[in-house]
């Protein structure tokens, strides 16, 4: 799991795991600084999960993505200037 979610995502990024299991995938997400939601119904298993991913390290560094800039959807940036 871990090579999927490094290879998928970029650091900061959330990933989301309906079926959270004994939570492989927060661990993975955890270890690599990204951000996680584990979705579980059966408390055994998320007992288990919240085990796991307590006992993960966060990773010291974490490369976030560069922030795309805004696009201007309509017109120009430029300001108009009033009409008298």
């Keep these: 799991m871990l090579w999927v979610i ?14 959270g299991g004994s ?5 993975a997400a955890k270890t690599l600084g990204r951000r996680w939601i584990l979705i ?4 055994k298993y998320a007992d ?3 085990s796991r991913i ?9 490369e976030e993505p560069e922030k795309a800039e ?7 940036t430029q300001e108009l ?4």
Excluded at 54 to 62: G, Q, Y
Excluded at 70 to 76: A, K
Excluded at 81 to 84: G, N
Aim: glycine share 10%; proline share 11%.
């Design 40 to 43: 579980e119904q059966d408390e």
């Design 70 to 76: 805004q696009q201007q959807l309509f017109g120009s």
């Design 48 to 50: 288990i999960a919240r």
């Design 6 to 19: 490094e290879r998928y995502t970029e650091g900061g990024n959330l990933v989301l795991d309906p079926y």
């Design 54 to 62: 307590a006992s993960t390290p966060k990773p010291l560094f974490v």
């Design 81 to 84: 200037e009033p009409t008298p």
């Design 23 to 27: 939570g492989t995938t927060g661990v």
